[in-house]
């Protein structure tokens, strides 16, 4: 499994773009890339998931270049809400198999108002 | 998405007794559930992956005999703390996946407080 690495923490303003960059040189060519959202005290949440290029759901997008050796999750216009730990995973996205989540450090974003 | 539910949502124990968590799947079918454990401000630690009707996989490290999983239903998957300890205080979390699927679901959480 992947290992990646990200930072520690980052801090933000309400209505900012924020980008949080994760590394994952020895990506696996099945692997694909997750992003997870956690709240204290709470269990993560799914935000999104993709193999390569550029991928766009309703709350994030998540930009992989060609290597694939590092992606970034963009958050539009953050508001106070979306304080929490942001955790990439890499792993074995190939449906059927049983995928075993080894979550790192993870990023601690903080927005102030 | 699909929902997964832990009871209890926080328990506190005295040192010495047996704690059990229960991680359902609410509208799906989990062929597989994984427990996780969190200390304050760390990343979540997979503990054991339980597939239905099989005994558990155990992450290096963890004690088997001390965190004993039973995974009896493709619904419910039970983690149980046997002779709890205050270090065995944490947050611990489950997931599921349905059979076919690549995503897990993650439950809320349990609270384990040990005195």
């Known amino acids: 499994l992947a290992k990646t690495t990200q930072p520690i923490s980052m801090d933000s303003y309400e209505g900012q773009e924020v980008n949080i960059t994760c590394s994952h040189n020895?990506?696996?060519?099945?692997?694909?890339i997750t992003w997870y959202q956690q709240f204290p005290s709470q269990g993560p949440r799914f935000i999104i998931q993709?193999?390569?290029t550029k991928v766009t759901n309703e709350v994030a997008s998540l930009f992989i270049p060609a290597d694939r050796k590092s992606s970034t999750l963009s958050l539009p216009r953050v508001s106070l809400s979306d304080t929490a730990v942001y955790y990439c995973?890499?792993?074995?996205?190939?449906?059927?198999?049983?995928?075993?989540?080894?979550f790192g450090t993870g990023t601690r974003l903080q927005v102030f108002p | 998405g699909a929902v997964v539910s832990q009871h209890p949502s926080r328990v506190i124990c005295k040192s010495g007794t047996s704690v059990k968590i229960e991680c359902r799947s609410l509208d799906f079918q989990a062929t597989t559930m994984f427990w996780y454990r969190q200390f304050p401000k760390k990343s979540l630690m997979l503990m054991a992956t339980?597939?239905?009707?099989?005994?558990?996989?155990?992450e290096q490290g963890v004690e088997k005999d001390k965190f004993l999983i039973n995974h009896a239903s493709l619904t419910l998957s039970t983690l149980t703390v046997t002779s709890a300890h205050p270090e065995d205080s944490s947050f611990y979390i489950c997931?599921?996946?349905?059979?076919?699927?690549?995503?897990?679901?993650f439950g809320p959480g349990t609270r384990l407080t040990v005195l």
């Open positions: 020895n990506i696996a060519t099945n692997d694909y």
């Open positions: 997931s599921a996946e349905g059979a076919g699927s690549d995503e897990q679901f």
């Open positions: 339980s597939n239905e009707g099989s005994k558990a996989t155990y």
């Open positions: 993709g193999y390569k």
């Open positions: 995973l890499v792993g074995d996205g190939v449906r059927g198999n049983t995928d075993k989540l080894i």
